[in-house]
């Protein structure tokens, strides 16, 4: 059985979505899902076998809605066990490191007060992720954020605001450290 292969991406969700720029090279299970559409660049990198797999490693590309996106630059590679989940539009740029078990969500997927709980739906916001963005381990990216280029945040890291280019930021919630 091979651990990995190289491929050209037609996978079809349920509305026939999920598009790629070329070549796609898939070292855990991908998982495009929901109604909404799914962009790949040339040369995206899904999962590593040498990185450690708890779980089951797939990565999950999730445009929940039928109006939401989910857009990939070239040359970004996924660790194992992701998720990027969009109500909205979650856009990552080229040549992008993403860690493991990182978790993207442009929603909160409910209303935070009280009575709107359990009713109403939460209002999503735009993510972006500009080019050559190094994203650690077990990050989580919130709803409304634009990660600058060429920064990087730190493993184990919430980031809730906007993070601006050429930084290192860490923390819960992550502030910047230091520039590069």
Request: include cysteine; charged fraction near 20%; aromatic fraction near 2%.
């Amino acid at each position: 059985m091979k651990r990995w292969r190289v491929a050209r991406l037609w996978v079809m969700s349920l509305d026939g979505s999920v598009r790629s720029g070329g070549r796609l090279m898939l070292h855990v299970p991908l998982i495009c899902d929901g109604k909404g559409r799914v962009s790949l660049g040339a040369k995206v990198s899904i999962g590593c076998t040498v990185a450690p797999v708890m779980g089951a490693g797939d990565v999950r590309l999730q445009a929940r809605s039928k109006d939401s996106l989910i857009d990939i630059g070239p040359g970004t590679s996924f660790s194992n066990n992701v998720q990027v989940i969009a109500e909205q539009r979650v856009t990552i740029g080229a040549r992008c490191l993403i860690g493991d078990a990182v978790l993207i969500m442009d929603s909160d997927f409910h209303d935070l007060s009280a009575e709107g709980r359990h009713g109403q739906p939460a209002t999503p916001a735009p993510i972006v992720l500009e080019d050559n963005v190094f994203i650690g381990s077990r990050v989580i990216i919130l709803k409304g954020v634009t990660i600058g280029k060429d920064s990087v945040i730190g493993a184990g890291s919430v980031v809730i605001r906007s993070i601006p280019p050429g930084v290192i930021a860490a923390g819960n919630p992550a502030k910047v450290i230091r520039t590069l």
